[in-house]
């Protein structure tokens, strides 16, 4: 599977293409990808740019994978969508896959974890793209009181517990692939710890 994704330092901060990468290897697929992010980018940044819109030209691609700037769904899920819709015709036209990188709410605003994910799911609807709810996984996570620290000292970007949380995840709804039981290789990710994230993230996927 040959993956690209489009995004900002959510998806960059820890690798979290290479993490899935890893994962994908040990569950016996093989994953390539490439990512074009930039700091606090939105979908029309790239979109306007044009970078990504060749890239996905190019028909190299099975999956497309989007992430919005972390907030914007929250403030204004009709824009939000209105930028999906801008890439959607061209990973169609690629015969590409069209999914869709659901963030999590800021580590002050919990609350806002429910409009974050009703905004991914109404346009995934929509559109019949493939939402990955790494926001639903840390959700469940973070209820916990065993709970690892996702977030970095920002209390938005993630820790490496909480990108390898997202490639877990991403495991199990690109790939259908259980991540428990998986090698662990994340800096201070005690073994239990592991296995909770690798847990949570299957029965995210799984719904």
Request: charged residues 20%.
């Amino acid at each position: 599977m040959n993956v690209l994704f489009v995004g900002n330092s959510f998806t960059a901060r820890n690798d979290v293409p290479a993490l899935l990468a890893s994962l994908a290897e040990w569950a016996g697929e093989r994953v390539t990808h490439d990512l074009i992010w930039a700091g606090g980018a939105s979908l029309k940044m790239h979109w306007n740019k044009g970078v990504a819109a060749e890239r996905i030209a190019t028909g190299a691609y099975d999956v497309v994978v989007l992430q919005e700037q972390s907030t914007l769904p929250v403030k204004n899920a009709k824009r939000f969508h209105e930028n999906v819709r801008l890439f959607d015709e061209a990973v169609r036209a690629s015969g590409a896959r069209l999914a869709l990188y659901m963030t999590w709410a800021r580590r002050h605003a919990p609350e806002t974890q429910r409009t974050l994910t009703d905004a991914y799911e109404a346009i995934g609807a929509e559109l019949g793209a493939l939402v990955v709810p790494v926001g639903v996984a840390w959700e469940r996570v973070l209820a916990r009181p065993d709970a690892p620290s996702l977030y970095d000292t920002d209390g938005s970007h993630p820790s490496p517990a909480g990108s390898y949380l997202a490639a877990c995840t991403f495991l199990a709804a690109l790939l259908g692939k259980n991540p428990t039981g998986a090698p662990v290789h994340v800096r201070g990710l005690e073994p239990d710890a592991a296995t909770l994230l690798q847990t949570t993230a299957w029965e995210a996927a799984r719904g």
